[in-house]
């Protein structure tokens, strides 16, 4: 399994990392237009490859380099600044997707390839990247909110006392200032999350659930105060989805991919089966008539923004 980095800076690196200590791949190649820091991160991997599986992993100069990839990951582009939101991005990140998808396009097996992308905004860069690249929409998938969904699980699991293998609850929408928390459908060991707190004497009330849905939505806000920037967070994403893809694994993940066509067409992140063949099937999530609403309305921020670049 080879695996192409398009973006080789801070989230790079980490999906390098995190996708070297999967063990299943056996060629890492990088790519940045930083031809320096792609071969400084090569060297660097290369030499913490050593420590563990036998990955190959080098930087290459030009597109050529990415031929025989079975997914390339795009994580090239402007991260946020502190202060900035994602869509602070748009105009800067889709000229660099752009300049990417073309030439991954001109050099990968059409008909077999997969994308993953995680330049920001999220959402918008994957529906700009599923219309340059002509690929069916379930191939090109966004991480999505599956970061999202692993902050709400870390909340959770401590504010209820049970490990987040044992919550099955999931952000859903925008990667995004809008996202939306999906408490209706939230279960705690096969019990609702209501009859859970109510069995555990857990007061979990709305006002608390606010407060959490705010803490998720700002995570990246604080890490990127706190450290610059994110990288780890994202890194085992991207590294579970690859997982995901290439141990055919059918997981129901929150990935961002595109559905519906014309002025109906839009990419958000909703439950979604992940196998080998990428997006196999999306599930409508049970919400209330409040959550539904601000689903549509995230939908609507992705929509706008995605017309305001093409
Ligand atoms: P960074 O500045 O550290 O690295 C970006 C890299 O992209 C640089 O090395 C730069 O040279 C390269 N690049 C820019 N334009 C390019 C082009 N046209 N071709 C090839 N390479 C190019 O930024 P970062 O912190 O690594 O963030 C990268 C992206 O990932 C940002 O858009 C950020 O917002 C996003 N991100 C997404 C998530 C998520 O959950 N999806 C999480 C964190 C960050």
């Known amino acids: 399994m080879k695996i192409a980095i398009i973006g080789v800076g801070t989230v790079g690196s980490a999906v390098a990392t995190a996708v070297k200590n999967t063990g299943f791949v056996h060629e890492i190649v990088l790519f940045d237009k930083d031809g320096v820091r792609a071969r400084a991160a090569a060297e660097d991997l290369g030499h913490a490859a050593s420590f563990g599986f036998d990955v190959k992993i080098t930087a290459v100069n030009s597109y050529r380099g990415i031929r025989g990839s079975d997914i390339v990951i795009i994580a090239a582009g402007a991260n946020q600044k502190p202060g900035e939101t994602r869509m602070d991005l748009l105009n800067k990140n889709s000229e660099v997707i752009k300049d ?16 993953i992308m995680l330049t920001n905004p999220l959402d918008v860069m994957v529906m700009l990247a599923t219309k340059l690249s002509k690929l069916p929409p379930a191939r090109v998938i966004g991480t999505g ?99 995901c893809i290439i141990n055919d694994e059918h997981r129901i993940l929150t990935v961002s991919c595109v559905s519906g066509t014309g002025n109906d067409m839009i990419a958000m992140s909703l439950p979604r089966v992940v196998g080998a063949g990428g997006v196999t099937a999306t599930l409508k999530p049970k919400l209330s008539t409040k959550e539904s609403s601000a689903l549509r309305r995230s939908g609507k921020i992705i929509r706008k923004n995605y017309d305001a670049i093409v």
């Open 145 to 243: 909110t599956m970061l999202d969904t692993a902050r709400l699980l870390t909340i959770l699991s401590r504010q209820l006392g049970v490990s987040t293998q044992s919550i099955s609850a999931y952000v859903v929408g925008e990667h995004g200032d809008s996202s939306v928390v999906d408490w209706t459908g939230a279960t705690v060991g096969a019990l609702t999350l209501d009859d859970f707190c109510r069995q555990m004497k857990i007061s979990l009330p709305e006002t608390t659930r606010n407060t959490i849905s705010h803490r998720v939505r700002n995570a990246a806000y604080e890490i990127i105060r706190g450290r610059g920037a994110t990288w780890d967070g994202i890194g085992a994403a991207a590294a579970d989805l690859l997982r």
């Open 100 to 115: 990417i998808i073309p030439r991954v396009m001109a050099n990968v097996d059409v008909k077999n390839v997969k994308i």
